[in-house]
Protein backbone atom coordinates (compact mmCIF):
# COMPACT_ATOMS: atom_id res chain seq x y z
CA UNK A 1 0.00 0.00 0.00
CA UNK A 2 1.05 3.54 -0.43
CA UNK A 3 3.46 4.53 2.27
CA UNK A 4 4.45 8.12 1.56
CA UNK A 5 1.17 10.10 2.97
CA UNK A 6 -0.53 9.80 -0.40
CA UNK A 7 -3.93 9.85 -0.14
CA UNK A 8 -5.43 6.62 -0.91
CA UNK A 9 -6.92 6.03 -4.80
CA UNK A 10 -10.58 6.30 -3.47
CA UNK A 11 -9.79 9.80 -1.57
CA UNK A 12 -8.04 10.87 -5.07
CA UNK A 13 -11.35 9.41 -7.23
CA UNK A 14 -13.73 11.85 -4.62
CA UNK A 15 -11.21 14.59 -4.92
CA UNK A 16 -10.59 14.86 -8.28
CA UNK A 17 -9.29 13.02 -12.04
CA UNK A 18 -6.57 10.79 -11.44
CA UNK A 19 -4.58 9.85 -14.91
CA UNK A 20 -3.25 6.11 -15.71
CA UNK A 21 -0.56 5.19 -17.98
CA UNK A 22 -0.64 3.53 -21.27
CA UNK A 23 0.18 -0.07 -22.88
CA UNK A 24 2.72 -1.82 -21.16
CA UNK A 25 3.29 -3.95 -23.98
CA UNK A 26 3.97 -1.56 -26.46
CA UNK A 27 6.14 0.52 -24.04
CA UNK A 28 8.35 -2.69 -23.90
CA UNK A 29 7.86 -3.18 -27.54
CA UNK A 30 9.12 0.20 -28.40
CA UNK A 31 12.45 -0.32 -25.91
CA UNK A 32 13.40 -3.19 -28.36
CA UNK A 33 12.24 -6.22 -26.64
CA UNK A 34 10.64 -9.25 -28.31
CA UNK A 35 6.76 -9.74 -26.90
CA UNK A 36 5.85 -12.96 -29.20
CA UNK A 37 5.84 -15.01 -26.83
CA UNK A 38 2.58 -15.95 -25.14
CA UNK A 39 3.30 -15.08 -22.04
CA UNK A 40 4.02 -11.44 -23.63
CA UNK A 41 4.86 -8.60 -21.23
CA UNK A 42 4.51 -11.36 -18.04
CA UNK A 43 7.70 -12.53 -19.65
CA UNK A 44 9.82 -10.51 -19.06
CA UNK A 45 8.76 -10.44 -15.29
CA UNK A 46 11.56 -13.27 -15.28
CA UNK A 47 13.79 -12.24 -17.73
CA UNK A 48 13.97 -8.80 -17.64
CA UNK A 49 12.74 -7.28 -14.21
CA UNK A 50 14.53 -4.21 -15.09
CA UNK A 51 12.21 -3.67 -18.22
CA UNK A 52 9.17 -3.89 -16.64
CA UNK A 53 10.48 -0.88 -13.85
CA UNK A 54 11.61 1.14 -16.68
CA UNK A 55 8.28 1.47 -18.44
CA UNK A 56 6.35 1.80 -15.65
CA UNK A 57 9.22 5.24 -14.90
CA UNK A 58 8.65 5.88 -18.43
CA UNK A 59 4.65 6.53 -18.03
CA UNK A 60 5.43 8.43 -14.40
CA UNK A 61 7.61 10.68 -16.31
CA UNK A 62 4.78 11.16 -18.96
CA UNK A 63 2.29 12.25 -15.92
CA UNK A 64 0.82 8.74 -15.03
CA UNK A 65 -0.41 8.56 -11.24
CA UNK A 66 -0.70 5.25 -11.63
CA UNK A 67 1.21 1.82 -13.02
CA UNK A 68 -0.72 -0.78 -13.96
CA UNK A 69 1.78 -4.10 -13.41
CA UNK A 70 3.06 -6.75 -16.12
CA UNK A 71 0.53 -9.31 -14.61
CA UNK A 72 -2.05 -9.26 -17.09
CA UNK A 73 -1.11 -12.47 -18.67
CA UNK A 74 0.72 -13.79 -15.43
CA UNK A 75 -0.95 -16.91 -14.75
CA UNK A 76 -0.04 -19.95 -12.80
CA UNK A 77 -1.43 -22.12 -15.69
CA UNK A 78 0.15 -19.82 -18.42
CA UNK A 79 3.55 -19.74 -16.81
CA UNK A 80 3.03 -23.56 -16.30
CA UNK A 81 2.60 -24.27 -19.69
CA UNK A 82 6.51 -22.70 -19.97
CA UNK A 83 7.38 -25.12 -17.11
CA UNK A 84 7.28 -22.79 -14.36
CA UNK A 85 6.20 -24.38 -10.83
CA UNK A 86 3.90 -22.97 -8.84
CA UNK A 87 6.43 -20.92 -6.12
CA UNK A 88 8.13 -19.57 -9.00
CA UNK A 89 4.76 -18.09 -10.36
CA UNK A 90 3.61 -17.23 -7.42
CA UNK A 91 6.84 -14.79 -6.83
CA UNK A 92 6.52 -13.41 -10.52
CA UNK A 93 3.21 -12.17 -9.28
CA UNK A 94 4.60 -10.46 -6.63
CA UNK A 95 7.40 -9.65 -8.39
CA UNK A 96 5.14 -7.31 -10.71
CA UNK A 97 3.81 -5.22 -7.81
CA UNK A 98 7.42 -4.94 -6.57
CA UNK A 99 8.57 -3.56 -9.84
CA UNK A 100 5.54 -1.07 -9.65
CA UNK A 101 6.97 0.06 -6.14
CA UNK A 102 10.22 0.25 -7.30
CA UNK A 103 9.45 2.62 -10.05
CA UNK A 104 8.10 4.85 -7.77
CA UNK A 105 11.25 4.71 -5.57
CA UNK A 106 12.64 5.78 -9.18
CA UNK A 107 10.37 8.58 -9.95
CA UNK A 108 10.72 9.87 -6.18
CA UNK A 109 14.44 9.88 -6.83
CA UNK A 110 13.59 12.12 -9.99
CA UNK A 111 11.81 14.47 -7.84
CA UNK A 112 8.29 13.88 -8.98
CA UNK A 113 6.32 14.33 -5.77
CA UNK A 114 2.63 14.01 -6.61
CA UNK A 115 0.64 11.03 -5.06
CA UNK A 116 1.59 7.60 -7.35
CA UNK A 117 -0.34 4.31 -6.97
CA UNK A 118 0.24 1.15 -7.96
CA UNK A 119 -2.40 -1.33 -9.80
CA UNK A 120 -2.05 -4.86 -10.22
CA UNK A 121 -3.38 -5.96 -13.36
CA UNK A 122 -5.41 -9.46 -13.25
CA UNK A 123 -6.25 -10.23 -16.54
CA UNK A 124 -9.19 -11.87 -18.38
CA UNK A 125 -9.14 -16.33 -18.39
CA UNK A 126 -9.14 -15.17 -22.00
CA UNK A 127 -5.51 -13.81 -21.82
CA UNK A 128 -4.32 -16.76 -20.65
CA UNK A 129 -5.30 -18.64 -23.56
CA UNK A 130 -3.49 -16.13 -25.69
CA UNK A 131 -5.61 -16.80 -28.70
CA UNK A 132 -7.89 -13.46 -28.32
CA UNK A 133 -10.58 -14.99 -26.04
CA UNK A 134 -10.71 -12.03 -24.13
CA UNK A 135 -12.15 -10.28 -26.94
CA UNK A 136 -15.01 -12.84 -27.10
CA UNK A 137 -15.72 -14.12 -23.28
CA UNK A 138 -18.09 -17.03 -23.24
CA UNK A 139 -15.83 -19.73 -22.93
CA UNK A 140 -17.86 -22.73 -21.68
CA UNK A 141 -16.78 -22.08 -17.77
CA UNK A 142 -19.16 -21.84 -14.97
CA UNK A 143 -19.15 -18.15 -12.48
CA UNK A 144 -17.46 -21.31 -9.99
CA UNK A 145 -15.11 -22.84 -12.93
CA UNK A 146 -13.65 -18.92 -13.18
CA UNK A 147 -13.74 -18.17 -9.63
CA UNK A 148 -11.27 -20.93 -8.81
CA UNK A 149 -9.27 -20.38 -11.22
CA UNK A 150 -8.93 -16.23 -10.60
CA UNK A 151 -8.93 -16.65 -6.64
CA UNK A 152 -5.22 -18.21 -6.08
CA UNK A 153 -3.22 -15.02 -8.65
CA UNK A 154 -5.78 -12.71 -6.97
CA UNK A 155 -4.65 -13.61 -3.34
CA UNK A 156 -1.47 -13.43 -4.29
CA UNK A 157 -1.41 -9.98 -5.76
CA UNK A 158 -3.29 -8.87 -2.72
CA UNK A 159 -0.66 -10.36 -0.58
CA UNK A 160 1.95 -8.22 -2.21
CA UNK A 161 0.29 -5.17 -1.09
CA UNK A 162 -1.02 -3.09 -4.60
CA UNK A 163 -3.04 -0.19 -4.22
CA UNK A 164 -5.73 -1.15 -6.05
CA UNK A 165 -6.59 -4.19 -7.99
CA UNK A 166 -7.29 -3.81 -11.60
CA UNK A 167 -9.48 -6.44 -12.96
CA UNK A 168 -9.49 -5.46 -16.40
CA UNK A 169 -10.11 -6.15 -20.46
CA UNK A 170 -13.35 -8.62 -18.82
CA UNK A 171 -15.10 -9.21 -21.64
CA UNK A 172 -18.23 -11.06 -19.73
CA UNK A 173 -20.25 -10.25 -17.13
CA UNK A 174 -20.18 -13.74 -15.90
CA UNK A 175 -16.27 -13.81 -15.48
CA UNK A 176 -16.93 -9.94 -13.79
CA UNK A 177 -19.04 -12.14 -11.21
CA UNK A 178 -16.47 -14.33 -10.68
CA UNK A 179 -13.70 -11.69 -9.96
CA UNK A 180 -16.38 -9.70 -7.66
CA UNK A 181 -16.82 -13.28 -5.64
CA UNK A 182 -12.33 -13.43 -5.41
CA UNK A 183 -12.00 -9.76 -4.39
CA UNK A 184 -14.66 -9.81 -1.35
CA UNK A 185 -12.88 -9.83 2.20
CA UNK A 186 -9.40 -9.40 1.31
CA UNK A 187 -8.77 -5.66 1.78
CA UNK A 188 -7.90 -4.44 -1.13
CA UNK A 189 -9.71 -2.19 -3.08
CA UNK A 190 -10.12 -3.19 -6.95
CA UNK A 191 -11.81 -1.58 -10.20
CA UNK A 192 -13.38 -3.39 -12.66
CA UNK A 193 -12.88 -2.42 -16.25
CA UNK A 194 -14.68 -4.42 -19.69
CA UNK A 195 -13.76 -4.72 -23.27
CA UNK A 196 -16.67 -3.66 -24.83
CA UNK A 197 -17.65 -3.35 -28.29
CA UNK A 198 -20.73 -0.73 -28.96
CA UNK A 199 -22.95 -0.57 -25.62
CA UNK A 200 -22.01 -4.12 -24.62
CA UNK A 201 -19.64 -6.59 -23.38
CA UNK A 202 -17.93 -8.60 -25.65
CA UNK A 203 -19.42 -11.29 -25.05
CA UNK A 204 -23.30 -9.62 -26.04
CA UNK A 205 -24.15 -8.55 -22.50
CA UNK A 206 -25.96 -5.20 -21.92
CA UNK A 207 -23.85 -2.72 -19.99
CA UNK A 208 -26.17 -1.90 -17.96
CA UNK A 209 -26.49 -5.56 -16.41
CA UNK A 210 -23.21 -5.49 -16.23
CA UNK A 211 -22.24 -2.52 -14.31
CA UNK A 212 -24.59 -3.16 -12.16
CA UNK A 213 -22.63 -6.82 -10.87
CA UNK A 214 -20.51 -3.70 -9.21
CA UNK A 215 -22.74 -1.28 -7.65
CA UNK A 216 -22.99 -2.87 -4.01
CA UNK A 217 -19.45 -4.58 -4.00
CA UNK A 218 -17.35 -2.30 -1.14
CA UNK A 219 -14.04 -3.13 -2.24
CA UNK A 220 -14.82 -1.53 -6.22
CA UNK A 221 -13.87 1.88 -6.03
CA UNK A 222 -14.46 2.71 -9.88
CA UNK A 223 -16.08 0.50 -12.79
CA UNK A 224 -15.55 1.51 -16.48
CA UNK A 225 -14.15 0.09 -19.85
CA UNK A 226 -10.51 -0.73 -21.49
CA UNK A 227 -8.98 -2.12 -24.07
CA UNK A 228 -12.33 -0.65 -26.38
CA UNK A 229 -12.50 1.78 -29.61
CA UNK A 230 -12.07 5.99 -28.65
CA UNK A 231 -16.18 5.69 -29.42
CA UNK A 232 -17.09 3.26 -27.23
CA UNK A 233 -16.07 5.34 -23.99
CA UNK A 234 -18.94 7.94 -24.01
CA UNK A 235 -21.70 5.73 -23.96
CA UNK A 236 -19.97 3.80 -21.26
CA UNK A 237 -18.92 6.11 -18.77
CA UNK A 238 -22.95 7.77 -18.42
CA UNK A 239 -24.19 3.97 -17.95
CA UNK A 240 -21.80 3.09 -15.51
CA UNK A 241 -22.48 6.65 -13.74
CA UNK A 242 -26.13 6.08 -14.13
CA UNK A 243 -26.07 2.26 -13.09
CA UNK A 244 -23.70 2.46 -10.10
CA UNK A 245 -22.37 5.93 -8.58
CA UNK A 246 -19.19 5.27 -8.67
CA UNK A 247 -16.24 7.08 -10.51
CA UNK A 248 -15.43 5.79 -13.53
CA UNK A 249 -12.30 4.53 -15.30
CA UNK A 250 -11.93 4.26 -18.89
CA UNK A 251 -8.66 3.61 -20.72
CA UNK A 252 -9.22 2.95 -24.29
CA UNK A 253 -6.99 1.44 -27.07
CA UNK A 254 -5.58 4.21 -29.63
CA UNK A 255 -8.41 2.98 -32.19
CA UNK A 256 -6.36 0.34 -33.87
CA UNK A 257 -7.85 -3.27 -34.44
CA UNK A 258 -5.98 -6.41 -33.45
CA UNK A 259 -5.65 -9.23 -35.38
CA UNK A 260 -5.21 -12.51 -33.21
CA UNK A 261 -4.50 -14.67 -36.38
CA UNK A 262 -1.62 -12.16 -37.72
CA UNK A 263 -0.51 -10.83 -33.76
CA UNK A 264 -0.93 -7.22 -35.30
CA UNK A 265 -2.29 -4.00 -35.05
CA UNK A 266 -3.72 -3.07 -38.46
CA UNK A 267 -5.94 0.19 -39.03
CA UNK A 268 -5.16 3.98 -37.91
CA UNK A 269 -5.36 5.23 -34.68
CA UNK A 270 -8.42 7.41 -33.37
CA UNK A 271 -7.70 8.51 -30.46
CA UNK A 272 -6.62 12.07 -29.11
CA UNK A 273 -6.32 13.69 -25.91
CA UNK A 274 -8.98 16.19 -26.71
CA UNK A 275 -11.68 13.40 -25.80
CA UNK A 276 -10.72 13.36 -22.33
CA UNK A 277 -12.49 16.71 -21.62
CA UNK A 278 -15.89 14.65 -22.72
CA UNK A 279 -14.82 11.73 -20.99
CA UNK A 280 -14.24 13.58 -17.89
CA UNK A 281 -17.98 15.98 -18.22
CA UNK A 282 -19.20 12.59 -18.67
CA UNK A 283 -18.28 11.17 -15.30
CA UNK A 284 -14.68 9.50 -15.76
CA UNK A 285 -12.09 10.46 -13.02
CA UNK A 286 -9.25 7.67 -13.76
CA UNK A 287 -8.58 8.43 -17.26
CA UNK A 288 -5.58 6.98 -19.27
CA UNK A 289 -4.76 4.41 -22.24
CA UNK A 290 -4.75 1.12 -22.94
CA UNK A 291 -3.06 -1.18 -26.22
CA UNK A 292 -1.19 1.49 -28.38
CA UNK A 293 -1.13 4.39 -26.37
CA UNK A 294 2.30 5.00 -25.36
CA UNK A 295 3.74 7.84 -22.91
CA UNK A 296 3.30 10.86 -25.15
CA UNK A 297 -0.36 10.03 -25.38
CA UNK A 298 -0.36 9.76 -21.90
CA UNK A 299 1.12 13.23 -21.19
CA UNK A 300 -1.54 14.67 -23.58
CA UNK A 301 -3.90 13.00 -21.03
CA UNK A 302 -2.15 14.78 -18.56
CA UNK A 303 -1.82 17.88 -19.96
CA UNK A 304 -5.83 17.85 -20.87
CA UNK A 305 -6.10 17.06 -16.71
Same mark, same amino acid.
Given at each position: ???????????????? &???????????????????????????????????????????????????????????????????????????????????????????????????????????????????????????????????????????????????????? &?????????????????????????????????????????????????????????????????????????????????????????????????????????????????????????????????????????
Amino acid at each position: MTSDNSPSLAEALAAG &TVVLDGGMSNQLASAGHDLSDELWSARLLADRPDAVSDAHLAYFRAGADVAITASYQATFEGFAQRGIGPEEAARLLALSVELGRDAVRRAREEGIVRPLWVAASVGPYGAMLADGSEYRGRYGLSVDELERFHRPRIEVLAGAGPDVLALE &TVPDADEAAALLRAVRGLGVPAWLSYSVAGGRTRAGQPLEEAFALAADVDEVIAVGVNCCAPEDVEFAVETAVRVTGKPVVVYPNSGEVWDAEARAWTGRSTFAAEQVAGWREAGARLIGGCCRVGPEGIAGIARVV
